[in-house]
Each structure stands twice: as structure tokens, then as C-alpha cells.
């Protein structure tokens, strides 16, 4: 899966959980840009995102997540 397939599908989980249909991510995008990004959207985003990609993640690289872009490439290492 190339980087740009994983963002525009992760595009889709970011706009449906924060209901924000005008939502776009960028790399350095981190939870201070996000209007409703605490920590119980935060629990659903994870979920909704391991669901979209059929993976699941570590606490330990879920902590370890600073922004949008090492998100995505934790979700390529995953799915490939």
C-alpha cells in the first residue's frame, strides 16, 4: 500500500471520527490541530483506524506517535 493510498483512506477515519467532513491531514498534523482530538476520541481513532487497516497496535507504538505522518508510517509497516 503506498503512502498516499494510506492517507486518503486515513483521511476518511480522521473526517468520520471527529465528524469533520472538510478535514485534511498533513504529516506534523498532531492532536493540538484537531478540534475534539482528547483522549476518548483518541481511543476511537486507534480502534477506527485498526479496523480500517486490519491491524492492531502496541501500546507502546501507540505512545510513541507524535503526528499524522508517523502514524501513516507505522500503518505501512504494518500492512505490509
Do not use: H, Y
Not at 467532513?21 to 483518541?42: Q, Y
Request: charged share 30%; net charge negative; hydrophobic share 45%.
Amino acid at each position: 500500500m503506498t503512502r498516499s493510498e494510506v492517507q486518503v483512506r486515513l483521511t476518511g477515519v480522521f473526517r468520520d471520527v471527529f465528524q469533520s467532513p472538510e478535514l485534511e491531514l498533513w504529516d506534523a498534523m498532531a492532536a493540538r490541530d484537531v478540534p475534539g482530538w482528547d483522549s476518548m476520541n483518541n481511543v476511537r481513532l486507534i480502534l477506527s483506524v485498526e479496523a480500517e487497516f486490519a491491524c492492531k497496535f502496541t501500546l507502546r507504538e501507540i505512545g510513541k506517535q507524535q503526528n499524522v505522518g508517523e502514524l501513516m508510517d507505522l500503518i505501512i509497516k504494518k500492512t505490509t
